[in-house]
């Protein structure tokens, strides 16, 4: 699902795109190069993972989930804003 995700994402932020119900950052398309590199690396993370997974090994399985999250990780620390505190 990951991997199939990943091929759309980029359609999901069109420029004008920002609202103010999207936790999207304005530098997604200020950044637009960066940012759309994080996509691939997603893919290429997800698809080591189910490798590891297919082959059975469950310590390089630990391994690619944490990559994956990292991967993850790396846009959204960049490119989306924190939830909004409750009450405010």
């Keep these: 699902v990951?991997?199939?995700?990943?091929?759309q994402?980029?359609?999901f932020?069109?420029?004008g795109s920002l609202s103010e119900n999207s936790r999207a950052?304005?530098?997604i398309w200020e950044r637009w190069g960066e940012f759309s590199?994080?996509?691939a690396n997603v893919?290429?993370?997800a698809r080591e993972l189910a490798a590891a997974a297919r082959a059975g090994d469950e310590e390089a399985v630990k391994v690619r989930?944490?990559?994956l999250g990292q991967a993850c990780k790396g846009c959204h620390e960049?490119?989306?804003a924190p939830k909004p505190k409750q009450g405010t």
Excluded: G, W, Y
């Design 9 to 11: 994402v980029l359609d």
């Design 13 to 15: 932020f069109p420029p």
């Design 65 to 67: 989930f944490k990559a």
């Design 78 to 80: 960049s490119f989306r």
């Design 25 to 27: 950052k304005p530098e």
């Design 2 to 7: 990951i991997l199939e995700n990943m091929d």
């Design 43 to 45: 893919k290429k993370a």
């Design 37 to 39: 590199k994080h996509p």
